[in-house]
């Protein structure tokens, strides 16, 4: 069982990029998927959440209007799309997943996730 995260990179700000999340030993059908993101010296903090069915998601205010969250299940894979960069954006950005009963639900504390991905860096330049 295990989440791979990538599409990190170096961007200017302003720019986009594609967070995708994989999974692979289990299929994601009933999972519900987080991105977090972690800030040298800060805490990680909440970016977005989808549930199983991909119908309930949330984004945290500093990336609403900017990012967006969806999956393919057919593909195995939860997607993070990232427009207007700003250089506060800068972190290494993590999935995780933790099984639900419905899919119909997601969690928002780092603690609720059972499987973490590796991390990947995103950097914007200002």
């Known amino acids: 069982v295990q989440l791979q995260a990538s599409g990190g990179g170096l961007v200017q700000a302003g720019g986009s990029l594609r967070l995708s999340c994989a999974a692979s030993?289990?299929?994601?059908?009933?999972?519900?998927i987080g991105w977090f993101r972690q800030a040298p010296g800060k805490e990680r903090e909440a970016v977005s959440f989808i549930s199983g069915d991909g119908r309930s998601t949330y984004l945290a205010d500093s990336v609403k209007g900017r990012f967006t969250i969806s999956r393919d299940n057919a593909k195995n894979t939860v997607s993070l799309q990232m427009n207007y960069l700003k250089p506060e954006d800068t972190a290494v950005y993590y999935c995780?997943?933790?099984?639900?009963?419905?899919?119909?639900?997601?969690?928002?504390?780092?603690?609720?996730?059972?499987?973490w991905g590796q991390g990947t860096q995103v950097t914007v330049s200002s």
């Open positions: 995780a997943g933790v099984i639900t009963d419905s899919g119909t639900d997601y969690y928002t504390r780092p603690q609720e996730y059972d499987y």
């Open positions: 030993g289990f299929t994601l059908d009933y999972y519900a």
